[in-house]
């Protein structure tokens, strides 16, 4: 098995995507760490994986402190000796329009997702520098953090600044041999579930079904172990010479994202002055601009959502 002999925390593992991470990682190898806020949830997983044949022990924690991040490495030290690989994956939502969205509801999401990274990560490093590992830093992103989405101001400030510090600390780990990348998951979750657009192909996958090719090709829109597998992936010695990368994958689908990158440039000598901007910009520039937001191919008939009968 790639993975034999390797120790993984997954933050946010006693459910949904992170206890696909975590499955799939044990069924390559790995001794996995299952982390929740809920004891039970946390438990429940860790029997799960020991059912399967696997090895895990349970950390019960909020993340986002610098005392959860210590108390997860210290939990992976404890019960297994060591630690390789961290995937980053607690997150919650609150999502509300800029106007409706209150300082709790933007702290609330920035301290789980962008500090509970930052936190993990920085406790992570630092034991496999001092211990001379090559380990594996995988952080979770988001589609709404690449391109923005209604209502999650507080959620794409995360998602976005989780690639941003990924993007440094490719840099940073270069010389101790680790690993930091970010994988942009498109699948079915209880978030999802509660969109009428992706109905059908959530009623699919509860019923034991392929989805339709539609989401899974099409939008690569798919379940969870679609996503598992770059987990594991990126996590073993094949994905060495992989870092700083942001990774798409749903359904069939797989995606490596750009870097941001200049989309249009122009010289003007002297700088540009005010009354310059008004007269050439829209010439220079107008069709250069870039779209926010992600489009949806429209629904073929047979797919779209049964309607909401009337009371």
């Not at 020991?50 to 993340?63: F, I, L």
């Not at 500090?115 to 520098?129: D, I, Q």
């Amino acid at each position: 098995m790639s993975l034999s002999g390797k120790v993984a925390i997954i933050t946010g593992s006693g459910q949904g995507l992170g206890l696909a991470y975590a499955r799939e990682l044990a069924r390559q190898g790995a001794a996995v760490v299952i982390n929740d806020v809920n004891a039970e949830t946390a438990e429940q997983a860790v029997a799960l994986i020991k059912a399967e044949g696997g090895r895990a022990a349970a950390v019960v924690a909020p993340v986002g402190s610098t005392e959860a991040a210590k108390a997860l490495v210290n939990g992976a030290l404890e019960a297994f000796g060591r630690l390789d690989i961290l995937v980053t994956n607690a997150g919650i939502l609150r999502d509300k329009s800029l106007l409706k969205m209150t300082d709790e509801d933007f702290d609330l999401v920035i301290n789980v997702h962008l500090r509970g990274t930052f936190t993990c990560v920085r406790e992570a490093f630092g034991y496999f520098k001092e211990n001379g590992i090559a380990g594996r830093i995988i952080t979770i992103g988001s589609p709404t953090g690449q391109r923005g989405n209604f209502g999650q101001t507080n959620y794409a400030a995360a998602k976005a600044g989780i690639v941003g510090m990924v993007r440094t600390w490719a840099l940073e780990m270069k010389k101790a041999g680790v690993t930091a990348n970010t994988v942009v998951p498109v699948a079915a979750t209880a978030m999802t579930k509660t969109v009428p657009y992706f109905q059908k192909a959530v009623e699919a996958d509860e019923r034991g079904e392929v989805m339709p090719s539609f989401f899974r090709h099409d939008l690569g829109f798919g379940t969870a172990n679609d996503v598992a597998g770059l987990i594991a992936f990126l996590a073993s010695d094949a994905a060495a010479g992989i870092t700083g990368q942001v990774i798409g994958a749903g359904g069939d689908r797989l995606q490596v994202w750009t870097h941001p990158e200049a989309a249009a440039t122009e010289y003007r000598e002297g700088g540009w002055n005010y009354q310059d901007l008004v007269e050439n910009f829209d010439a220079l520039f107008g069709d250069k601009l870039q779209g926010v937001g992600e489009e949806f191919l429209p629904l073929p008939d047979e797919l779209k959502p049964e309607p909401v009968p009337a009371h």
